[in-house]
């Protein structure tokens, strides 16, 4: 778009009737001056060759139709309005610079003056013709003097002087307005185009995973994205120091600050969040230095590096187990041996028993590494929770030891679930087997709750098993699902990774949480059965 393909407007822009209410100011001042000199003694000599009373009368009359004019146009919304405005305007002028004897009073650079201010508001042929009004106005008005004032013969020059002046007043501002014009529709155009950028970047603000944060100097926080408030565990963070929010971000930060060349430590916010990455920006903005923050959740990442590392692991094992199985079950079969002899004393007996518990704990151990390279892909199935978990109970109470007791209670009607009911049969089983186990060591006899529900919340199936056992310590709940961890010299330290494995390869999520009468709370959040494919 340029200045000659700009289309005219046929309503009044908002800074057309800006203009116009400055012009009906300048009429009403104009109206008002003529009035005061007219009044005065200046009157007489001011014109020699002037008609006073039809200068007094249109004076008058200029004065009270701009009045009337600014009482009744205040906000012309048309062009046509403002044409019809200036032509009148012109037309009164014209009277009065006849009335006042033509050129040398003085009112030619009134009319030309409103043809250009009438040109700043209208636009192509329509503000040339109130031009072309002017021009034949004058020129004729002074022929006409000349007829009866023989003295005016000498003004037809400077007639058509101020006639050129209107045509050329007209054309400059005309162009003038219309780049003006040009500029101020471009200059919209960038605003609405910054204000769609700036929603569109707050909008992409507020749905990134990646939580930012925007420091001023005092470690107060500016700008916080719903993604940082999510990753720290906070319902509002704008506002308030991070010193109180997150002192371990704080710590991360001074850190940078002191040796920006560092790599930050990752970092926890609050108990059982995410694993965070923080990086650190410089953010001039004029005479002080914020810090521009940015927070990554890498649990994820640290998830599939364990699971890179946990798939090498298992395909070395794969390749060595012949290798090792060999030699640890002749090493198993000779304690065997030895235990069966007659000769050996109680201590060696004692050591070789102690030989084949650990060749019994080594072989689990590559089993485990084994089914860990070996897990195949889950087959969900849709299933009716509260008829699968009656028959798993009474399954596992067929087969359970003396003095073990699992209570199954189910709130609801129909609770369903896609799941592969395979894996949950491990998952459940080991869980199962974990509570019976702590429950015995308290108590002597080991006892274990199942309670399925529905979250009110989530909308989503739940299933708790509950035992009553001392519990995991706060200090080790953040490691209890990592590979190989272990509070026991038997167990192998997988049993929790795997089933929590085998919950997210099915969509499901487990979860710890200490129970409120003492002991633990694994929890098993179920997808929607519509969710899986």
């Given at each position: 778009m340029n200045a000659e393909t700009l289309p005219a407007p046929s309503e009044l822009s908002a800074q057309g009737r800006r203009i116009f209410r400055l012009y009906s100011l300048y009429r009403l001042l104009i109206g008002l001056t003529l009035v005061g000199l007219i009044s005065s003694e200046l009157d007489d000599q001011f014109m020699e060759l002037a008609r006073p009373e039809l200068f007094r009368n249109a004076a008058w009359f200029y004065l009270i139709i701009n009045s009337l004019i600014a009482v009744a146009v205040p906000r012309p919304r048309h062009m046509v309005q403002v044409f019809s405005l200036a032509l009148v305007d012109v037309l009164i002028l014209s009277c009065l610079f006849y009335a006042g004897g033509g050129t040398p009073s003085g009112v030619a650079n009134l009319i030309v003056v409103s043809v250009a201010i009438s040109n700043i508001l209208l636009r192509g042929r329509i503000g040339l013709l109130v031009a072309a009004v002017a021009t034949l106005a004058l020129i004729y008005l002074t022929f006409y003097l000349s007829l009866s004032h023989p003295r005016a013969n000498t003004q037809f020059v400077q007639a058509g002087g101020f006639g050129a002046l209107c045509f050329a007043a007209a054309l400059f501002l005309q162009g003038l307005s219309r780049r003006l014009q040009l500029s101020e529709t471009l200059a919209e155009q960038r605003a609405a185009d910054v204000a769609s950028l700036e929603a569109l970047n707050a909008q992409i603000l507020e749905r990134m995973r990646t939580g930012i944060l925007v420091l001023d100097p005092r470690n107060r926080i500016l700008l916080a994205n719903n993604g940082a408030l999510a990753l720290l565990g906070r319902d509002e963070l704008q506002g308030r120091n991070l010193a109180v929010q997150c002192p371990a971000l704080l710590g991360s930060l001074e850190q940078w600050l002191a040796n920006p060349t560092l790599r930050p430590q990752s970092l926890q916010a609050f108990a059982d969040g995410p694993t965070l990455q923080p990086s650190f920006v410089p953010l001039p903005r004029g005479d002080q230095q914020n810090t521009l923050v940015f927070l990554d959740d890498i649990s994820q990442i640290a998830q599939q590096a364990q699971q890179l590392k946990l798939a090498s692991l298992g395909r070395l094992t794969a390749g060595i187990a012949h290798e090792i199985r060999n030699p640890l079950g002749a090493i198993s079969h000779a304690a065997q041996l030895l235990q069966e002899s007659e000769e050996l004393d109680g201590p060696d007996r004692r050591l070789a028993q102690i030989i084949q518990d650990h060749s019994r704990r080594m072989n689990l151990v590559i089993?485990?590494?084994?089914?860990?390279?070996?897990?195949?892909?889950?087959?969900?199935?849709?299933?009716?929770?509260?008829?699968?978990?009656?028959?798993?109970?009474?399954?596992?109470?067929?087969?359970?030891?003396?003095?073990?007791?699992?209570?199954?209670?189910?709130?609801?009607?129909?609770?369903?679930?896609?799941?592969?009911?395979?894996?949950?049969?491990?998952?459940?089983?080991?869980?199962?087997?974990?509570?019976?186990?702590?429950?015995?060591?308290?108590?002597?006899?080991?006892?274990?709750?199942?309670?399925?529900?529905?979250?009110?919340?989530?909308?989503?199936?739940?299933?708790?098993?509950?035992?009553?056992?001392?519990?995991?310590?706060?200090?080790?709940?953040?490691?209890?699902?990592?590979?190989?961890?272990?509070?026991?010299?038997?167990?192998?330290?997988?049993?929790?990774?795997?089933?929590?494995?085998?919950?997210?390869?099915?969509?499901?999520?487990?979860?710890?949480?200490?129970?409120?009468?003492?002991?633990?709370?694994?929890?098993?959040?179920?997808?929607h059965p519509r969710k899986l494919s």
């Open positions: 089993e485990n590494v084994l089914q860990l390279s070996r897990r195949r892909q889950s087959e969900p199935q849709l299933l009716d929770l509260k008829y699968w978990l009656t028959r798993f109970a009474s399954e596992f109470r067929g087969s359970a030891a003396p003095g073990q007791t699992l209570h199954l209670h189910t709130l609801g009607s129909t609770l369903q679930t896609r799941m592969d009911p395979h894996q949950l049969t491990q998952v459940l089983t080991n869980l199962v087997q974990n509570g019976l186990r702590y429950s015995a060591r308290k108590h002597g006899q080991g006892q274990v709750w199942l309670r399925l529900f529905r979250d009110p919340e989530s909308d989503l199936p739940v299933l708790e098993v509950e035992d009553d056992g001392e519990g995991v310590p706060p200090e080790q709940v953040h490691n209890i699902f990592e590979p190989f961890f272990t509070t026991e010299n038997k167990g192998t330290g997988l049993g929790l990774y795997l089933s929590r494995e085998l919950c997210e390869s099915n969509q499901a999520r487990l979860d710890y949480k200490p129970r409120e009468a003492g002991g633990s709370c694994f929890r098993i959040t179920f997808a």
